[in-house]
């Protein structure tokens, strides 16, 4: 059976189910809301897609994800960090 490669459709849902669980990990006590998990997975399934070179981007969407992520930390108070991990990493699998 061959590997195929993800589609929007799957990704985003998966990104914000990934998302939520990575919100509920990294801070259990919190009130979360809104749909980043589902973008940064979106972000994770291109970046994914931009390094086995299947689309050509010129490293814009790898810039695009670390700008985003360093304005996730920088704003870990007010942001969902386990949120926007969890919709990152659930494209890595």
Not at 53 to 59: D, E, L, P, Q, S
């Amino acid at each position: 059976m061959e590997a195929t490669e993800p589609d929007a459709e799957s990704v985003a849902p998966a990104g914000e189910v990934a998302g939520a669980a990575g919100a509920l990990w990294w801070s259990p006590n919190s009130q979360t809301v809104g749909a980043s998990g589902a973008i940064f997975g979106v972000l994770g399934a291109l970046f994914v897609l931009e390094r086995r070179r299947h689309i050509a981007t010129g490293g814009q969407v790898a810039s695009l994800l670390v700008l985003n992520l360093v304005i996730t930390f920088a704003y870990s108070s007010s942001i969902s960090v386990g949120g926007h991990l969890g919709g990152v990493h659930q494209t890595a699998e």
